[in-house]
């Protein structure tokens, strides 16, 4: 899936949610300050922004939850606090600056956004996760897969 259209779906998730402060939000607005987030992560690192994603959450030991968002079933929720741990601080203040927004509402925002843009960049068929990441080994590699996708 292209990036533009995961920017859309993380749009419509952030758009769609309860939080009076997003809640009906342009769309394109949402989805410009969304590849902002995406693009500072990925120019610091010179891989994917989701790749780079997918590294904080191994480090910062949200790596299980992420994998729910790379895997099938349901995706495993975030927190607030925890997208400070995916997001770096900066991203996060441009962000919630560019939609005109709190922090607050930002941080909720990109924890409704991030398990959809995962998820959808990453759609696995039966059994091919599985065998995938012991192909490439582990979440590691699989991150290092994606910064050399989405380059």
Known sequence: ?????LLEIGARAIESNPDP????MDLSKIASALSEV?????AASGASGIAV??????SSGLGEVVGTWIGQGENAPIGEEQVE???????????AENLGVSQTTARRALADALPQIVDKA???EDGLLDTLLEQIGGMEGMAGMFGRMFR
């Open 1 to 5: 899936m292209d990036f533009t259209r």
């Open 21 to 24: 402060e997003t809640s009906g």
């Open 38 to 42: 995406f693009q500072n992560d990925s």
């Open 53 to 58: 994603l997918i590294q904080k959450a191994m």
């Open 85 to 95: 741990e995916l997001v770096d601080a900066d991203a996060l203040a441009r962000f």
């Open 122 to 124: 990453t759609p696995p």
